[in-house]
């Protein structure tokens, strides 16, 4: 359980449009937990400290090594919501031994962090959180996948608003993903692949039957997944819903996919599809993603705190847990089966 004497949880970015969620579902979760807000703009972050309550916001320079802080600045982990060109942020929590959370690493990104996890492997336990939606998705689909023997394939999709962009930070990944990044991976028949033309899109109906074609985003879960069952085929497509088709006074929505193609426990095949929907931006279950790591690296939740190591969400996090965690956080999450498309 958290006491008063827990050093902050120094969350870079908090003020964000992903950070001041994952700041108040911590402060819900952990009502103790001491919570400092890392931003350029300290006077932008204060109202929200405020509002949490055991909060305070500091200036944070990513230029630095020592991020710009005092010497005597103490924290129980380091939580960067935002991509951190430097590593600097992940060289402090090094330096300190304490847990480390990157969030901005697409599947092409992570090589600098794991270098650096491996120069120094017993200082820190490091997560690599750059999966959809915090890590929920995957987590929700490895518990899914539990009423299978053997998985054989794993298709996610997603729906977006169009609107549903995030803050500058998030626009700016997303142009970098566009900008820099042409192909993204995908595991097909066994092989991993950066897809091209035709194969990096999907066609797939959403929850309330229209037509999507969605188109492969380079994320995490692919690996997670592939590493975690022996799947042949795992990936994950966007579509994006432009905001003259939104459903009229619902505001902003999202949805994801998940299907799964395997052999059950009888020895039969079969597919089933589960959907998850959510009112909030889809920052929302990312964030919840974020404050379920956090109290978890922290032995807050689910067993002691994290050994050092280099780790994933499923590393962590108990499937079943974090559908129970969604679920009472407004998520909807239902199983529609069996699936005769396809
Ligand atoms: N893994 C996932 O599930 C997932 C999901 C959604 C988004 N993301 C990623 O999460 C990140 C945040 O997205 P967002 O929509 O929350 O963006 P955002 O609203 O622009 O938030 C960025 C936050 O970072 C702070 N910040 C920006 N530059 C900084 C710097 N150089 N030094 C210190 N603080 C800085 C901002 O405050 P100041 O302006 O005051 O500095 C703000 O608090 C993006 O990288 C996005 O790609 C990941």
Redesign the pocket.
Known sequence: MSSNTQKPVLI?????????RAAKTLRRLQPELPIT??????G??QSLARELGGAEAMT???ERQDLGLPESAAFSAVVV???DDSLNSMKYAQAKGVPYVS??DFVFDIGPAVARYIQHPTRSPVLL???????TVTLATLHFAREFRRVEAIEISAVFDEDDV?????????ERVTKAVPNPLLLQDGKFRWAQGDDATREFVGVDGTKWRGRAYP?LDVVSLAAATDARTVRLDFAVREAASSPSGQGVSHEVIIELTGEREDGTTGRVRHEITDADV??GL?AR?VALAVERLLGLAGGPPVAPGLHHPEGLLSPAYVVERLKDFGARIRRASPQLEG
């Open positions: 870079i970015g908090g003020s964000g449009v992903v950070g001041s807000l890392g931003v350029r703009d300290v932008k972050a944070i320079n990513l919501l935002l991509k969030f901005s959180l750059g999966h959809f939606l915090g890590g995030g803050g500058p930070a998030a626009r700016g990944d997303t994320l889809h920052s990312s993603g």
